[in-house]
């Protein structure tokens, strides 16, 4: 037989329906959030891993200075086992109504119809079949407000868009590798048809993408593989295929009358101008480990919000177990287990998570999917994605919160359940062993009945502060976010290393002059990447730098001999590290470690890194004696080639993480904001509405007794409104700390380094929203006393 | 004819409070009950005869001394034994009915009928208490006397031993009580369950095969009823 009390369910749902739907709306929204982030998220990334097999992605691409040889080729796919495609492009002007407006004109790298590697993905329209047509990128076309059939003008040419695409080697559009951002703005990329591209004036850039043989298994063997290419196709072309062997090369060179044996060569002798293997190619990789970071925060998120959700039902349900405290007794008396009771009044929270957890994951997988998927449309140049099962997000959105659910309402009415059979019919649920009244100070008698309340009922108001303290700590987390962000870009604008970072492609240039700069400010560093291999987060990049025993910049490293660094705050702060300890850090693409002993701290939250002193740096990875990597300086440099400049780092470039980061998570904030407020609200309706139900017989016996309303919610009412104001005060301290924790637990998973910050003014405003929020339910309270009516107090009470 | 005996009370004493506090409820209490004997515990208030019944039904525990079932002493057995005696053995009838307040008559009688493997067919009880044309209704919707009715369902639709009706007619006007008395009596001939009633009412004794007469927490009388009335014919 199942049990009859199954029956009460969908009673007890109808009874309280309002609440109850307010709690499924909730919960379906933010687990529709959680679920829609991750699906979306994944989805995404798994479409841009599918797409190494879909439009059959490259394993690198090199460029040539003038159009390699057959021969050349050839003997570059025998010696590296690889497979060569063509992908001529040339970079000319593109002009459209937008661009006109800024000074320059925007920038399009064009190529010719794609078939054989690097597809490309169409996004809408069709692809080019006459000369004068081309397809672009479709973000850039939204960002420029280009539509389908519209002309632009590129390299002086009238092209007629038909359609907008996406390239699997460009889902962010990096011009050059080395920028530190992307720019969807005034780089663009498109596509013609062969006889259209020819048409176009621009220099042709020898571009050859490759595909390996034999597919490297792991990151460790594409960075060597591609090592060896790199060297292999380098010489090979300055030898014109003659040889791959660097040292055969060199003794080429030094040989004079080695040049016979090029004799043969010397037409397909070529130039390396650049190499750049997929995994190291940030228009590839960019957008996806960007996305990777998104779902943390999302995550804690949602168990917070869960947590605060379970707990409001344990109340609600411990609230009804004493409301029906002789029926249990009863129950209990005649057999009833207490794990049938358990189970009996779990039944509600648990339907009714599995309830939402459908609808939320419904929504999730639709509507709210599509919400994060064109947040990435609208920053990146994603392909085309399809959506997949995500068994992260079903433990995400489904299991966790059930079992959250579970536990808490486990616990609480677990708790209340274990009183014997006799204390339940006795209606004595009260496990405080205090019977006698206590002694209250000499004050007024309206003072003294509110104290008389507060003690009754301390159990309920303390059941209010945890209530209030949970959405503290989510209100934290919504206004918290965003000012941890502006925090983190200030302090690092404060304490950056300096103004501006240069990063040479050589310290040499072409004619082997060592490159300097008269800009007086400017001195040497040097700046490689491990990453860390032990400690919170395994495989964080960290940057070593050198820098002059004198540096301006960075002070503190005089002292320091051999493998002695500084570590950045930031660094210390992530990983708890101390001083005197040895820190070990490996080579992300061999096996090598490398061991540093800690010194000290340098002031810097802008980046995990290691600090020492240049000399020592060059003689402990090995490199010859004044190797330098560029320059820091607080002025610009204006007077080095900018051809011999790989990188500039500045400001900008170093916030461009929080700047993602706000961007991805800020939309999900608003919405998040008000999720959060209605939360708030129904948990203080929820908790206060417990309180006066609990008092009704006395607000009911005050009113025979002659009470006015106003007088009753002066007693009642403006005794919990205190207690709020006291409470949110109280609690948003809390809730900061909770932030900072929670934040250092998310961090933990991702590169880099904020720590959780809330402004004084951002704790007045979560205590702010708390006390509205209230402002708003002492509204429904004040309507709850006024409708308790007299008969209440003459009702047989046993 | 000699009866077999079913239930055992021997010595029971009971306290409550500690120190100046303390309150002897129970000094040492003896008797037994046959089965399916229709046994009263009759006493003024502070007598300890609900503190009894409570320690018969395994809710309650005995300072000292021993109460037992078909041979089964209570005090050897742990929560878990106890909890599996009152599914198997008992029904409870209280003197407030307190009967599931969103569960209709036939689904609050089902609530007694899960817990058993037999349970007597549901129907054929709800006439057997009049409640029929009732039992779609909620307990709301029902005189104190169509929910004591519902409660003496849910009580005995498990078939148990042992009947332990705690004042059923206390909260009841005079006609509706001695309905409800002329169903337990009913119960009791059709079922063959042994009941043990607690009431202050001496009358009801009249109805009983054994009336135990309580005061200051000690059998004074414990007395067999040769001349039984029926239910119908109590006056008070």
Known sequence: ?798 | MTKEEFLTVSNVCKAFGTGDSRQEVLRGMDFTVAKGEFCVLLGPSGSGKSTLLNIIGGIDSADDGYISIAGDKLRDMNEKMLTRYRRKHLGYVFQLYNLIPNLNVKENIEVGAYLSDKPLDIDELLNTLGLWDHRYKLPNQLSGGQQQRTSIGRAIVKNPDILLCDEPTGALDYNTSKEILKLIEDVNQKYGNTIIMVTHNAEISKMADHTIKLRDGKVRKNIVNDNKISAVELEW
């Open chain 1, 1 to 798: 037989m199942r049990d009859p009390m199954n029956k009460r369910f969908l009673r007890e749902f109808a009874k309280d329906w309002k609440k109850n739907l307010a709690l499924i709306l909730l919960m379906s929204f933010m687990i529709a959030l959680a679920s829609g982030m991750e699906v979306g998220n994944k989805s995404m990334l798994k479409s841009i891993e599918a797409s190494s097999e879909t439009y059959n992605l490259e394993d690198g691409h090199f460029i040539l200075k003038t159009e390699g040889s057959d021969a050349l080729l050839k003997k570059i796919e025998e010696e590296n086992n690889l497979k060569i495609y063509k992908q001529y492009y040339k970079e000319v002007d593109q002009v459209t109504e937008e661009s006109k407006k800024a000074a320059e004109p925007d920038l399009i790298r064009v190529f010719p119809e794609r078939t054989e590697v690097n597809k490309i993905c169409l996004m809408d329209g069709r692809f080019p079949e006459a000369e004068d047509e081309i397809v672009i990128d479709r973000l850039h076309a939204e960002i420029r407000k280009i539509n389908i059939g519209d002309t632009i003008g590129v390299d002086g040419l009238n092209l007629k868009v038909v359609g907008t695409i996406a390239a699997p080697d460009y889902t962010s559009l990096f011009q050059r590798n080395s920028d530190l951002v992307f720019n969807s703005i005034s780089f663009d990329i498109g596509f013609m048809t062969q006889a259209g591209w020819d048409k176009l004036n621009g220099s042709r850039k020898f571009e050859y993408a490759y595909i390996y043989n034999d597919e490297p298994s792991n990151v460790k063997e594409q960075k060597k593989l591609a090592d060896s290419a790199m060297q292999k196709i380098a010489v090979l072309a300055a030898t014109g295929g003659y040889t791959s062997d660097l040292s055969v090369a060199k003794a080429l060179e030094s040989d004079p009358s080695s040049m016979v044996a090029l004799q043969d060569y010397m037409a397909d002798m070529n130039e390396l101008m650049d190499f750049l293997p997929e995994y190291a190619n940030q228009a590839i990789h960019f957008a996806p480990n960007d996305m990777k970071k998104d779902t943390n925060i999302m995550g804690i998120m949602v168990y917070i919000f869960i947590a605060i959700l379970a707990f409001v039902f344990a109340i609600t349900t411990s609230n009804t177990i004493v409301k029906e405290a002789a029926v249990i007794g009863t129950l209990r008396s005649t057999g009833y287990t207490r794990g049938e009771l358990l189970r009996h009044y779990m039944l509600t929270p648990v339907l009714i998570t599995i309830v939402s957890a459908a609808i939320g994951n419904l929504l999730g997988y639709t509507l709210a999917k599509d919400v994060v998927v064109n947040m990435y449309y609208e920053n990146y140049c994603m392909i085309k994605y399809q959506t997949y099962w995500n068994a992260k997000a079903f433990l995400i959105t489904t299991l966790i919160p059930l079992v959250l659910m579970i536990l808490i309402n486990f616990i609480i009415i677990f708790r209340k359940l274990r009183l014997s059979p006799l204390k339940f019919l006795r209606r004595d649920l009260s496990t405080s062993k205090r019977k006698k009244a206590m002694r209250l100070p000499r004050v007024g008698f309206m003072n003294r009945f509110r104290m008389r309340i507060f003690l009754q009922n301390i159990g309920s108001y303390i059941v209010l502060y945890v209530g209030i303290a949970f959405v503290m700590l989510l209100l934290a987390f919504t206004i918290g976010l965003p000012e941890t962000i502006e925090h983190y870009k200030s302090e690092i604008k404060d304490n950056q290393i300096s103004e501006y970072q240069y990063i040479l492609k050589n310290s040499k240039d072409e004619a082997g002059n060592e490159i300097t700069t008269s800009e007086e400010t400017a001195e040497r560093y040097a700046i490689s990447s491990l990453e860390t291999i032990s400690g919170v987060h395994v495989g964080e990049e960290v940057s070593v730098i050198g820098v002059s025993k004198d540096s301006r910049f960075v002070k503190g490293t005089e002292g320091l001999t051999g493998n002695e660094v500084l570590v950045s705050s930031a660094f210390k702060e992530k990983f708890g590290l101390k001083n005197g300890s040895t820190l070990t850090l490996g080579d992300k693409y061999s096996d090598e470690t490398y061991d540093f002993v800690i010194k000290g701290v340098y002031e810097y939250q802008g980046g995990i890194g290691i600090f020492m002193p240049i000399e020592n740096y060059n003689t402990y990875f090995g490199l010859d004696e004044g190797t330098f990597t560029g320059y820091l300086a607080a002025n610009a440099i204006t007077d080095i080639d900018v051809d011999n400049i790989y990188m500039t780092i500045t400001l900008e470039d170093i916030q461009a993480t929080a700047v993602q980061f706000d961007r991805s998570m800020g939309g999900m904030m608003d919405y998040i904001s008000v999720g959060c407020a209605v939360l708030a609200i129904l948990i203080i309706f929820l908790l206060t509405k417990l309180i006066i139900e609990k008092n009704a017989v006395s607000i009911s016996m005050v009113k025979v007794l002659g009470y006015e309303n106003r007088e009753i919610n002066s007693l009642y009412v403006r005794l919990t409104t205190i207690l709020v104001i006291i409470f949110a005060i109280g609690t948003s301290f809390l809730a900061v700390l909770g932030l900072k924790l929670l934040f250092k637990l998310v961090m933990y998973t991702m590169n880099g380094w904020f720590s959780g910050y809330i402004s004084p003014l951002g704790m007045v405003k979560m205590i702010a929203i708390m006390i509205i929020c209230y402002l708003i339910v002492m509204v429904f309270d004040m309507r709850r006393i006024k409708k308790i009516p007299l008969a209440d107090a003459l009702k047989n009470v046993e």
